[in-house]
């Protein structure tokens, strides 16, 4: 799925930049054809080149380990750079990660002195050649919003969407209880769903609100849909409005499903994004996966 | 006795200086000089919860959480919002009063929301001397501890993160929107309920990490509701003590979620 470059306003100097990547991208791409193939290696690249031509929006984004001169040998990308998607990345041969949650357990993204946990993934980080490049306010930025797209795709809700607003869907009628299976079973989740209202209530629109929202989100979207489908909300906020929702006795609800699960497929739609700007290395997706279980009753 | 008697009585039995500053613990819904006719203690002053506590006869509600959706109760921006509407129209209607009782709540000593916490996680002999939050057990897995707390707690959207055989034996535990941070010297971090990514310390990520290393780690995200709701019962029983003329009853909000099986 091909997207509007729209900009954001306040960005306009990396569009610039993007833009001229893309030209710059043409020539590499026809130095590679030309070249490269016959010669059955790819002009090198590096973690910085790459970045240079996506552009950057600077804090939080940035890289947060690893050499920015390093060769690029494959980009994996993901909502959240945990150990295992580092792993899988290394198994894979993608030494680039570009990951939309921070790398080192918080929104400063600044690795613990003296934790051994933090210690270990650096580590593992060096020893591998790997380079972890936070790539969140820029994606997030991007018109029509990658992340809403993304998670309908997934949903295979595409051909539903209202008009041109990538967060509104009108789906055949379904029950909320089928509605959660269906997530369940898309998204790969375990027990990160959690939801309000009566599972057998029967619902055609709605509105995703993929990562995390504040209560306007939702003060917005509910009293025109059916369902909302959220990645977090807060309890004593969105929650309790849902909750009120259905006790007015509204047929509607709320389904959270995680914030990492929300987002993922975003990050999907990022790394096939990537494939058309970086040709000369294999970009894959590595979804983290649904964090949370819950014992047998 | 008026729902502002009964809020005098409670500022005169806190045993702390009141707080005149704090914005939660005010009236959010109701005329203060109500005649009460009966108090409902509770979590959150849900409309279900506010419908349940008018069916008791209960016209006075003290909430921990917000009625209206944030935590300043900001409705300013809510007059054309339908819910709103039906929340102000029901409890003007039926004469509900609702005041907040969260900061002093938890300042007072002891902080009797923590106290029902305690009581509900069946904990109260596991605190170690050091530090009010962390407990320590006979060594147990991540996945009976867990199951262990679900069933105490009657929790159905209970989530853990970690190994469910990673060997555990002691906690650090946290009330409402609050996970203590992840440390190497604590086993498992216990909570309501925080970001899942992207916060100040993000334990999620951290507890996955650990794990990958073969760390004996774990998280447990109760909700905000079960963490907090047992000590508005405390608070109930508190109550009671001296305010005698009306009946008073702990009645719950309840968790809001149920989950899907996977």
């Known amino acids: 799925m091909l997207f509007a470059l729209t900009p954001p306003a306040s ?156 967060f509104r869907y009108e789906v055949p009628e379904l029950t909320i209880g ?120 | 006795m008026t729902a502002n008697e009964v809020v005098e009585r409670i500022r005169k039995n806190i045993g702390i200086p009141w707080n005149e500053k704090s914005y939660r613990d005010t009236f959010k819904v109701g005329d203060p000089n109500t005649e009460v006719k009966g108090i409902a203690t509770t979590f959150m002053a849900t409309l279900d919860l506010i419908q349940r506590a008018r069916a008791a006869g209960l016209n006075f509600v003290i909430t921990h959480e917000p009625t209206f959706w944030s935590d300043r109760d900001t409705v300013s921006e809510l007059a054309n919002d339908p819910i709103y509407k039906f929340k102000v129209d029901y409890c003007a209607r039926n004469k509900m009063v609702v005041w907040r009782y969260h900061d002093h709540i938890h300042s007072r000593p002891p902080d009797l929301i923590w106290v029902g916490l305690v009581r509900s996680l069946g904990w109260q002999d596991r605190q170690t001397s050091g530090s009010r939050n962390r407990f320590t057990f006979p060594e147990t897995t991540l996945g009976a501890l867990a199951a262990d707390i679900q069933r105490r707690m009657n929790v159905r959207a209970l989530r853990v993160v970690g190994d469910p055989s990673a060997k555990v034996s002691s906690a650090a535990v946290g009330m409402g929107y609050n996970i203590p941070r992840a440390t190497p010297d604590v086993d498992v971090v216990i909570g309501g309920e925080n970001p899942e990514a992207g916060g100040p310390f993000d334990d999620t990520e951290y507890i996955l990490d650990a794990a990958y290393f073969g760390r004996n780690k774990g998280q447990i995200v109760l909700g905000h509701a079960i963490s907090e709701e047992p000590g508005m019962e405390d608070c109930a029983n508190w109550l009671r003590t001296f305010v005698t003329e009306v009946q008073i009853q702990f009645i719950r909000a309840g968790e809001p979620f149920w989950s899907p099986k996977a």
């Open chain 1, 11 to 166: 960005r306009s100097y990396h569009w610039c930049v993007m833009e001229l990547s893309r030209r710059r991208f043409a020539q590499v791409a026809g130095t590679a054809l030309a070249g490269g193939r016959l010669a059955g290696q790819q002009t090198p690249i590096t973690a910085q080149q790459v970045i240079d031509r996506v552009g950057n929006a600077g804090s939080p984004d940035g890289i947060k380990a690893g050499d920015a001169g390093a060769t690029v040998t494959g980009i994996a990308v993901t909502a959240m750079a945990t150990m295992d998607v580092l792993a899988r990345a290394a198994r894979e041969k993608a030494n680039l990660l570009i990951t939309l949650e921070p790398v080192f357990f918080g929104a400063g993204d600044a690795p613990l002195a003296g934790d051994p946990v933090c210690a270990a993934k650096r580590e593992f980080i060096r020893h591998n050649g790997m380079v972890i490049w936070r790539f969140s306010d820029y994606w997030r930025a991007r018109k029509p919003d990658p992340f809403a797209a993304g998670l309908a795709r997934t949903l295979a809700w595409t051909p539903y969407r209202t008009g041109d607003d990538p």
């Open chain 1, 178 to 297: 089928a509605l959660s299976d269906v997530l369940l079973k898309r998204l790969n989740a375990r027990a990160g769903i959690r939801v309000v209202g009566d599972p057998r209530t029967q619902v055609r629109r709605i509105t995703l609100l993929p990562g995390s929202t504040p209560l306007s989100a939702m003060l917005k979207a509910l009293p025109e849909c059916d369902v909302v489908i959220a990645g977090e909300t807060r309890e004593w906020e969105s929650v309790e409005y849902a909750q009120d929702t259905v006790a007015s006795g509204q047929k509607k609800g709320l389904i959270m499903v995680g914030r990492v699960l929300s987002e993922e497929p975003g990050m999907n739609l990022c790394a096939e994004w990537l494939k058309t700007l970086v040709p000369e290395v294999p970009v894959r997706w590595i979804p983290a996966g649904d964090a949370y279980w819950r014992p047998a009753v």
